[in-house]
């Protein structure tokens, strides 16, 4: 169907060409400058989007808040999608040919899974919109972006290394439309020490978090404007999180070789101090923040400050907590056109969450008072 984006290429697995259409033309072969710039971008972590799809409250609720909101982009994180690939092939090898931007329909759960998608982008609310999909070998991780037909990019990678390929987990979806770079991105937990002591999910986190800095530095040089969003996995300040001291004592056994990386993964100083050196070498801001200066908690724990929230039980050792961990980013040169930075959930129940254990947020900027340079608003 037309609504999916598929490109041909040399290689659709971590080691191809750049996944890109020429600058200048969107896949059709028109003209970029016909299309406008995406004003209005929204985010949120599904918890699984095919999921979300086979339980009908939580596809009413994703489409209630698209039809409200009116998007120009929807990027959405942990579609825990599986990507196409031979029949019988391995999750964690490498060398195997992918399809990193299909979902696998080998067995039934792919094909219902494959049905849903279709029909969510045939139905009234999203007919508009052509998704672009970078997905994981297996049900893990794995993202998606939905660009409404009047802002299609002027071209999309799926890398922030080299710009070659699909991450391998599917966690990078780049966007370019004039000046302005939309990067779509679901961090990777930082995780905790494993029974026997190792601690590879460290070693990730900090690889990961060294590529998205090199990368956005990058951005900042070649003088692009940049959006930065989705599920970060960091709460940064005292503030990001309901309950402070509580979330910087947990998992802290076994013990972490390095005091500072122990506390709640998303919680801990490491994560906090490598994510403050990326905004300041990057200089992107953070836009909910900048409206809604913090130094403390809110001590209103119904209020909409919190973009995960545990479980709805009161058994639950997360119950009534929460933590900011989804952001919109921007360069300082956007900051003047921001027009507003929203968590649209709230509360231990997760009122407006679609049925995840995050809820969308939204960013909103002012057209740009010169298009010159950039694209025209239609």
């Known amino acids: 169907m037309d609504n999916f984006v598929i490109r041909k290429r040399s290689s659709d697995h971590g080691g ?3 996944s890109k259409r020429p600058r200048g033309a969107d896949e059709d072969g028109e003209p970029a400058g016909r299309r406008r710039e995406p004003l209005k971008l929204m985010s949120l972590n599904a918890n699984g ?18 039809d409200k909101e009116k998007p120009d982009i929807i990027a959405i994180q942990e579609v825990r999608l599986p990507c196409a690939g031979p029949k019988g092939a391995k999750r964690d090898d490498k060398t195997v040919k992918r399809t990193h931007s299909q979902v696998n329909t080998n067995d039934k759960k792919g094909q219902e899974e494959q049905q849903r998608l279709s029909l969510l982008m045939r139905n009234e609310t999203f007919k508009d919109y052509k998704v672009y999909l970078s997905l994981a070998t297996w049900r893990y991780a794995g993202s998606a972006v939905m660009v409404h037909k009047d802002c299609l990019p002027d071209t999309v990678y799926y890398n922030v290394v080299g710009e070659e390929g699909h991450h391998f987990d599917g966690r990078v979806i780049v966007m370019e439309f004039g000046n302005l770079t939309i990067v779509a991105t679901y961090a990777p937990n930082n995780g905790t020490p494993s029974k026997d002591g190792k601690e590879d999910s460290f070693a990730r986190r900090r690889k990961w978090d060294a590529e998205m800095k090199a990368f956005l530095v990058k951005m900042k040089a070649q003088g692009r404007d940049v959006v930065w969003l989705g599920d970060l996995n960091v709460a940064h300040r005292r503030p990001d999180v309901t309950d402070p001291d ?6 802290r056994d076994p013990a972490p070789r390095d005091y500072n990386d122990g506390g709640q993964p998303g919680y801990t100083f490491n994560e906090q101090d490598r994510f403050t050196g990326i905004l300041q070498e990057s200089g ?3 836009a ?8 403390e908690p809110c001590n209103d724990r119904g209020s909409a400050n919190w973009t995960w929230r545990g479980t709805g039980a009161a058994t639950d050792r997360y119950h009534n907590k929460g933590m900011r961990i989804d952001y919109t980013l921007v360069s300082s040169s956007l900051l003047p056109r921001v027009q507003s930075a929203l968590i649209l959930g709230h509360g231990s129940q997760r009122v407006g969450f679609c049925g995840s254990d995050h809820c969308p947020i939204t960013l909103t900027l002012n057209p740009p008072a010169d298009p010159a340079g950039a694209r025209a608003a239609q």
């Open 16 to 18: 191809g060409q750049p």
């Open 49 to 66: 989007l095919g999921v979300r799809l086979g339980i009908e409250t939580d596809k009413k609720e994703l489409c209630a808040v698209v």
């Open 246 to 251: 509580w979330f910087s004592e947990q998992m």
């Open 284 to 286: 992107l801001v953070d």
């Open 288 to 295: 909910f923040r900048h409206a809604n200066p913090a130094d």
